[in-house]
C-alpha cells in the first residue's frame, strides 16, 4: 500500500500532468470545460519522448529562413521550421484555364471537367480543353464584401447518381451576415447549366455584421457525414466567441446532408453546447482534408505569425484566442501573449511569418512519388504550394514549390497533377507535373 508521501506526491503532480497532456494535444476531449484566461501557465515539455521523427528525405535548413515576426519558442520539436528535404521536386508548371474572376474553389466532375466558384457569387464549369463556361444558373446572393463571398463546393458522396452539390458562402442576412451551407441538384441540360432544388441546410451564427472570417471548407468524411469549417469573424468583439459552445463562430461543424448535428457528436445532448460542433477555439479555417486514415486536417489563418496546422478530434479546444503564436497585426500581444493555456491544444505546426494558408489537399497518387502521403496547402502570402511530409502526425519536412500567384485553392486532379486556383479578377488554373529531365 502507498505511504502517505507516495499519495501526496501523486496529488500535487497529477494537475500539472494533465495540464501537459492537455497542452500537447493528447487527448482532453469533450468534458474540457472552456479555457480559463487566469489558469496557471504550465511549463514547457521536451525531451526525447515528444522528438519528431527523423526523415531519411530530411536536408539540414529549414524551409522557412525569414525573421520571425515573434520571440515566441515552440513547445515541442519540429513544431515550426521543419527542414527541407535534400532533394527539391523539380516541377513543370502550366496554365489550363484562365479567365476566372476571383476563384475560389475547385472541384473536379467524375467526367474530368472542373466547377469552379467565384467569389462574387458565380459557379463555372470548366471543360476538359480548359474553356469556361457560362455562369451556372440558380446560385443565391452571396455578400461578397471583403473575405466574403461564395466559397467552397463538394459534390455529393454519390454524385455520379444523385447530382447534389454543397456549396458554403457568405449569406447576406438580416443585421448582417454569416456562413451557410446550401445543396442543390446540378442539372445540366443543351450545353447550359443550373442549380435545381436550392436548399439552405445549415447557417453559421449568430450573424454579424463584418466582411472577414467567413472560413471556410466542405469535406466528405468516409460515413458520409459533412464537415464544415468557419472563422470567428475577426473582429475583437467576436473572437472570443470560439470559446463559447453556444456559439457557431470559430468552430468546425460534423452534420449529416440534411443539416442535422451527426448523432455522435460530443456536445450532443446537453443543455447549451451547440450539438453541431466538432472541435472549437478556431480563428478561420479555410483549408480542409482527410488524410490517408480518413481523419480530417485542417489549416487556419493565424493573425500576424501563427499559423496552423490541427487535426481536429471531437471535443478539443484549439485555442484561440486564449493562446497563439502570433501577434495583433499592430504587434501588441494577443491577449496575455501566451502560447499555450490549459485545457487547450497545441496545433501540430505553425509558420511564423506566416504563409496564409488557403486550402489543403492530401497526395495519394504517384505521379509525384516523393509527396505520396504527403499534405499540399495553398499559400496566399507565401505564393505557392507548401508541401508537408507527415510521419506519426508529427511534420517532419516541409518543402516551398514557389509559383508567383496567392493560391486559393489545391485539389489532387484524377491524373495525379497537382491543380492550384490562383486568387485575383484574372485567375487560372495551373496544372503542375514532375519536370522532364533532360
Given at each position: 500500500m502507498p505511504d502517505f508521501k507516495e499519495l501526496t506526491d501523486v496529488k500535487r503532480t497529477l494537475p500539472l500532468l494533465l495540464a501537459t497532456v492537455a497542452a500537447i494535444g493528447l487527448g482532453q476531449q469533450g468534458a474540457i470545460a472552456q479555457g480559463d484566461d487566469n489558469a496557471a501557465r504550465t511549463p514547457r515539455v521536451g525531451g526525447e519522448s515528444f522528438q519528431a521523427p527523423a526523415a531519411p528525405s530530411a536536408g539540414d535548413t529549414p524551409a522557412e529562413t525569414q525573421a520571425p515576426n515573434t520571440d515566441y519558442k515552440p513547445l515541442l520539436p519540429n513544431q515550426t521550421r521543419a527542414p527541407q528535404p535534400s532533394q527539391k521536386t523539380?516541377?513543370?508548371?502550366?496554365?489550363?484555364?484562365?479567365?476566372?474572376?476571383?476563384?475560389?474553389?475547385?472541384?473536379?466532375?467524375?467526367?474530368?471537367?472542373?466547377?469552379?466558384?467565384?467569389?462574387?457569387?458565380?459557379?463555372?464549369?470548366?471543360?476538359?480543353?480548359?474553356?469556361?463556361?457560362?455562369?451556372?444558373?440558380?446560385?443565391?446572393?452571396?455578400?461578397?464584401?471583403?473575405?466574403?463571398?461564395l466559397l467552397d463546393i463538394a459534390l455529393s458522396p454519390s454524385f455520379a447518381a444523385d447530382r447534389l452539390v454543397y456549396i458554403s458562402y457568405a449569406?447576406?442576412?438580416?443585421?448582417?451576415?454569416?456562413?451557410?451551407?446550401?445543396?442543390?441538384?446540378?442539372?445540366?441540360?443543351?450545353?447550359?447549366?443550373?442549380?435545381?432544388?436550392?436548399?439552405?441546410?445549415?447557417?453559421?451564427?449568430?450573424?454579424?455584421?463584418?466582411?472577414?472570417?467567413?472560413?471556410?471548407?466542405?469535406?466528405?468524411?468516409?460515413?458520409?457525414?459533412?464537415?464544415?469549417?468557419?472563422?470567428?469573424?475577426?473582429?475583437?468583439?467576436?473572437?472570443?466567441?470560439?470559446?463559447?459552445?453556444?456559439?457557431?463562430?470559430?468552430?468546425?461543424?460534423?452534420?449529416?446532408?440534411d443539416g442535422n448535428a451527426a448523432k455522435d457528436n460530443p456536445f450532443t445532448g446537453g443543455e447549451k453546447a451547440r450539438p453541431e460542433i466538432w472541435s472549437y477555439g478556431h480563428r478561420n479555417v479555410q483549408g480542409a482534408a482527410l488524410d490517408g486514415q480518413g481523419r480530417l486536417w485542417t489549416v487556419e489563418h493565424g493573425p500576424r505569425g501563427g499559423d496552423e496546422l490541427n487535426r481536429p478530434r471531437p471535443g478539443v479546444n484549439y485555442g484561440w484566442p486564449l493562446a497563439s503564436y502570433g501577434l495583433e497585426y499592430s504587434g501588441e500581444k494577443?491577449?496575455?501573449?501566451?502560447?499555450?493555456?490549459?485545457?487547450?491544444?497545441?496545433?501540430?505546426?505553425?509558420?511564423?511569418?506566416?504563409?496564409?494558408p488557403s486550402a489543403l489537399a492530401f497526395y495519394d497518387k504517384d505521379v509525384f512519388p516523393a509527396w505520396k502521403g504527403d499534405f499540399i496547402v495553398g499559400g496566399l502570402v507565401s505564393?505557392?504550394?507548401?508541401?508537408?511530409?507527415?510521419?506519426?502526425?508529427?511534420?517532419?519536412?516541409?518543402?516551398?514549390?514557389?509559383?508567383?500567384?496567392?493560391?486559393?485553392?489545391?485539389?489532387?486532379?484524377?491524373?495525379?497533377?497537382?491543380?492550384?486556383?490562383?486568387?485575383?479578377?484574372?485567375?487560372?488554373?495551373?496544372?503542375?507535373?514532375?519536370?522532364?529531365?533532360?
Open positions: 523539380e516541377v513543370e508548371v502550366a496554365s489550363v484555364a484562365k479567365g476566372l474572376a476571383s476563384p475560389w474553389a475547385l472541384e473536379f466532375l467524375p467526367d474530368g471537367r472542373m466547377i469552379v466558384t467565384e467569389k462574387a457569387g458565380k459557379i463555372r464549369i470548366v471543360a476538359k480543353d480548359g474553356k469556361v463556361g457560362e455562369p451556372v444558373a440558380g446560385v443565391p446572393k452571396v455578400d461578397s464584401r471583403g473575405q466574403g463571398g449569406e447576406p442576412r438580416e443585421k448582417g451576415n454569416g456562413t451557410s451551407v446550401a445543396k442543390a441538384k446540378l442539372i445540366e441540360s443543351g450545353g447550359t447549366a443550373k442549380l435545381d432544388e436550392f436548399k439552405v441546410i445549415f447557417r453559421q451564427t449568430p450573424t454579424y455584421d463584418g466582411d472577414k472570417h467567413f472560413g471556410s471548407r466542405l469535406v466528405f468524411a468516409p460515413d458520409g457525414k459533412l464537415f464544415v469549417t468557419v472563422g470567428e469573424r475577426s473582429d475583437k468583439a467576436t473572437r472570443g466567441q470560439a470559446q463559447d459552445l453556444t456559439s457557431g463562430l470559430g468552430k468546425v461543424f460534423r452534420i449529416d446532408t494577443i491577449g496575455d501573449g501566451v502560447t499555450m493555456a490549459a485545457g487547450t491544444s497545441q496545433p501540430v505546426y505553425y509558420w511564423d511569418p506566416v504563409i496564409g505564393t505557392g504550394l507548401v508541401i508537408l511530409k507527415v510521419d506519426s502526425d508529427k511534420v517532419v519536412t516541409e518543402e516551398r514549390v514557389p509559383l508567383d500567384h496567392r493560391i486559393r485553392d489545391v485539389k489532387v486532379g484524377p491524373d495525379g497533377a497537382v491543380y492550384a486556383v490562383t486568387e485575383g479578377e484574372d485567375g487560372e488554373i495551373l496544372k503542375l507535373t514532375p519536370k522532364k529531365s533532360s
